[in-house]
């Protein structure tokens, strides 16, 4: 009885003791958060994270303040980068002027890494040749996709089908630097004082 005294005595003294503390440095003297641990950190098992209505979440580093935090999405999705393929079947020969993804450019960044159209092109203009355009852009809020193959059409003007590629990318890990303007003054080389600041 006296034994079970003392380690519950103890105990509260020990919680008493942390409670006492704003911030607790493990291998630092100094700790510079509520938790400041100089060292590496091993997690042997975590579970599903639930916060609120939101079931799951993701813990990042944050290079700059090397604090860790927890992304959060509301759709559930864990994960920072996505990936998805865009079927876009029997469009206008081989065009697609706007395609609403319906994906928010406030929480995403939507890139085109890669595409494929299943058509034979013929040339309908004066150039010779049909380069590909094809990219995401912002419109009201969320990610559009155009894609077209320019002075050119189908044969037999029959509508194609594409299929494109897109790393669909959680903006809490992005961050968004300046706008680099150079004047390239008719030249095919150029080079940049400096990296990009912020990088």
């Known amino acids: ?7 519950l005595f103890s105990g509260f003294l020990c919680f008493l003791s942390l409670s006492c503390f704003s911030q607790v440095g493990i291998n630092t003297n100094n700790p510079e958060a509520a938790l400041d641990i100089n060292g590496n950190l091993k997690v042997r098992t975590m579970g599903a994270v639930s916060i ?5 979440a993701r813990l990042v580093l944050d290079n700059s ?3 860790v935090k927890m992304i959060q999405s509301s ?10 393929t865009y079927r876009l079947r029997n469009v206008n020969l081989d065009y697609v002027q706007d395609y609403d993804t319906k994906i928010s450019a406030t929480d995403y ?3 085109v ?12 203009g004066n150039i010779g040749y049909s380069p590909m355009n094809i990219y995401a852009f912002q419109s009201n809020g969320t990610w559009h996709i ?14 194609g089908n594409w299929s494109i590629n897109c790393l669909i990318i959680s903006n809490n890990i992005l961050k968004t630097l300046p706008l680099i303007s150079i004047n390239m003054n008719g030249s095919e080389n150029g080079s940049v004082g ?5 990088l």
Do not use: H, W
């Open 65 to 67: 303040t090397k604090e």
């Open 75 to 84: 759709t559930g999705n864990p994960f920072s980068m996505n990936y998805t």
């Open 109 to 111: 960044t939507v890139v």
């Open 113 to 124: 890494v890669g595409s494929a159209f299943d058509r034979a092109l013929r040339i309908t």
């Open 194 to 198: 400096s990296p990009p600041a912020g």
């Open 1 to 7: 009885m006296i034994m079970i005294k003392i380690k």
């Open 146 to 159: 155009t894609a077209d193959y320019k002075d050119a059409g189908t044969y037999g003007n029959s509508n």
């Open 52 to 56: 609120g209505s939101v079931n799951n």
